[in-house]
């Protein structure tokens, strides 16, 4: 199984699909392909029909999309607790990351993911604040509701943290602030072993992608 993903440092789809391999403890090969080089869309549009990352090839099988991917996985190996195993609590878990993956567009544009840096309190508009305001309301419901069986969204890790994972990095490097449920959330996240590998690897990383870099500089 491959995973074919962008840079560690600024690629939020990448992540997710690539944390909750980690987290599953499902061994896959990883290709990093850097963007916005002048070779990154050929490089791409050899696996991606989308010529987007990530991308899951399983054997014949061309998964691309990060929660297309999510899916698939949870199907593949369905003895993994991909989502909640209770119904009301999957059933949130997917309108959760149904709702990040298909919204929170200012969040995205203008608090890009960019794991190095940090410009705290940028990035900040009415749209950017209804976001976060958003994004905290569904952590500490989720928290509050569903968490006493673990530190994560759901009690244990699941699919929702993996698509939640990138906006926990995003809060980092914008120095967004948070109650005590929701930053308790955010220490569970970034404590993953997983996840300081994916961090170690983004900060070892020699590209830039100038339009993120220089955004608030
Ligand atoms: N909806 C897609 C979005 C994927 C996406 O936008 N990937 C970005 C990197 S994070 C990409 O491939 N950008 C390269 C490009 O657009 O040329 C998903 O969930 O996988």
Known sequence: MQLIIGNQNYSSWSLRP??????????FEEIRIPLYEPNS?????????SGRVPVLIDG?????DSLAILEYLAERYPEQPWWPRDLAARTQARCISAEMHAGF???????PMNCRARFPGQGRSPATDRDIARVRQIWSRCREQWGQGGA???????????????????FVTYGVELNAIEQAYR????????????????????????????LYA
């Open 152 to 170: 994560f969204l759901f009690g244990e890790f699941s699919i929702a943290d993996a698509m939640y994972a990138p906006v926990v990095l995003r």
């Open 105 to 111: 567009f200012a969040l995205r544009e203008q608090m």
């Open 60 to 64: 014949a099988q061309t998964v691309w």
């Open 187 to 214: 220490e569970a996240v970034l404590n993953l072993p997983a996840l300081q590998d994916w961090l170690a690897a983004g900060l070892a990383e020699t590209e830039t992608i100038a339009q993120y870099d220089t």
């Open 41 to 49: 869309a050929a490089a791409i549009a050899q696996y991606s029909p």
């Open 18 to 27: 690539w944390l909750a391999l980690k987290q599953m403890e499902v061994k």
